[in-house]
């Protein structure tokens, strides 16, 4: 795949316009969230941009960067703070009471009327046509789910470097072969674009790792997860073996529960035999 495929051309895409809402689930990121909102400021796309913070209460470490850098933001209430950035650009900081990134996007989904919702995580840095790209794809193929490539900001240090071979190397290579195969890949928990209704209607589930769930819950239901593999986001990676475990551990867990717990519809599920061996080689990574 990465020696021998012809390189990829963007294809010009039919503008877009469709309204997207972008949800970025924040824990005292600090100066990190206001990197990944200017991101989103900076997309190249047409249509009207709803980037929505999302974070515990008025004390989170991200909220004075935020008032700094947009200081024409409307007063501070209960509920949150609202900034016009532009005509098509609104952003806002919701206080939505919740700790859990599954509960402050669940608890903002029941808020949006935009035909589309994107998800980037606080610590995230889009790519300006990420959005423009993704929108494309989903309106001319019909699909409903759109996955973005990730990279990293920097994989300097051991640690970092080994992160990045497994999250971006490795995930990359699944993703273009899966995709080159003409089967679905899997939601990576950022830097994706869902139809609005189809999140709406089934929102994240309360476990370690919503994304591999959301994901099988969909494939089970004989939906497709497509690929941008044009455009998507640079991300921050293990800095320290403390944190690259800790990251491994939990997705080990949280992966096969979730593959267990989807192991008995498996068997009812209207998938080919091929989108069956995927799903049996996907579940047992770990």
């Not at 949150?80 to 952003?91: A, V, W």
Request: glycine share 6%; proline share 3%; aromatic share 10%.
């Amino acid at each position: 795949i990465l020696f021998l495929a012809r390189a990829r051309r963007v294809p010009v895409f039919a503008s877009a316009r469709d309204g997207v809402t972008v949800l970025i689930a924040a824990r005292n990121e600090g100066k990190g969230a206001l990197r990944a909102v200017q991101s989103l400021v900076d997309q190249d796309y047409e249509g009207e941009l709803d980037i929505a913070l999302l974070v515990r209460d008025e004390t989170d470490t991200c909220v004075p960067f935020l008032q700094a850098a947009f200081p024409s933001a409307a007063g501070m209430d209960s509920s949150g703070l609202d900034f016009r950035y532009s005509q098509n650009r609104r952003i806002t900081i919701h206080f939505t009471g919740c700790d859990a990134k599954h509960a402050k996007i669940n608890w903002m989904l029941r808020r949006i009327d935009s035909p589309y919702t994107a998800i980037l995580d606080a610590d995230h840095q889009a790519h300006a046509d990420w959005i423009r790209t993704s929108v494309a794809i989903l309106n001319e193929s019909g699909g409903k789910i759109v996955q973005a490539r990730r990279e990293p900001i920097s994989a300097h240090g051991l640690f970092g470097l080994w992160d990045s071979l497994h999250q971006h190397i490795g995930c990359e290579v699944f993703n273009e072969t899966f995709s080159r195969l003409g089967l679905t890949v899997f939601f990576t928990g950022s830097t994706a674009v869902f139809e609005s209704k189809l999140l709406q209607d089934h929102p994240l589930a309360d476990c370690l790792t919503e994304d591999t769930n959301l994901s099988y819950d969909r494939i089970l239901a004989g939906e497709k997860i497509l690929y941008n593999p044009y455009s998507g986001s640079s991300e921050e990676v293990s800095p320290d073996l403390y944190s690259f475990l800790a990251r491994r551990r939990r997705w080990a867990h949280g992966h096969t529960e979730a593959f267990l717990r989807h192991l008995p519809s498996f068997w009812r599920a209207p998938l080919g035999i091929s989108a069956r061996i995927q799903f049996i080689v996907h579940g047992l990574h770990y």
